[in-house]
């Protein structure tokens, strides 16, 4: 009979939501807070808030003792510095790169799409329309990221 020990208690990572939609947050908050996993928030407005928070710069610049996010979920129609800029610099900065992207947005644009997986997303959600859809479309984005997948650790800076 083979034994299982039981592996120590990982604490929740990060959840780095890029969205400038308020009522979109608060749509993805609502939900998540209802998950059986408490996962810890940040969110950025723009991208270069996220690359800000990301590089520890601007604002972030005193975070230094904080851990880079374990998933980031990134909207692609950001002002100013757009999501696939924001993905193509994460997925091309060693640092950064193993760090999961989900895209979340309202573009079904096969080319948006295209684009995505080439620069390295994970995985590329479209927003529904239909309420009840999106709740369960965030229900299986936390089971999968953070019930089922074992998320890299990600070292403080």
């Not at 979340?104 to 859809?133: H, L, M, W």
Request: charged share 25%; net charge neutral.
């Amino acid at each position: 009979m083979t034994s299982f020990s039981a592996s120590p208690v990982k604490q929740t990572p990060l959840l780095l939501i890029v969205e400038d939609s308020n009522e979109d947050f608060e749509a993805l908050q609502r939900f998540l807070g209802r998950s059986s996993v408490k996962i810890p928030i940040q969110r950025c407005v723009n991208g270069e808030q996220a690359l800000a928070f990301l590089y520890r710069t601007g604002n972030y610049g005193d975070c230094q003792t904080a851990s880079r996010p374990g998933l980031i979920m990134l909207d692609l129609n950001l002002p100013g510095t757009d999501g696939r800029e924001v993905l193509r610099r994460i997925k091309q900065d060693r640092n950064l790169n193993m760090i999961p992207v989900v895209v979340f947005t309202t573009s079904n644009n096969p080319k948006d799409i295209e684009v995505c997986y080439r620069y390295g997303v994970n995985s590329y959600i479209v927003k529904p329309i239909d309420f009840a859809q999106l709740k369960r479309d965030i229900q299986m984005l936390v089971e999968y990221w953070f019930e089922v997948t074992t998320l890299p650790d990600c070292p403080k800076d």
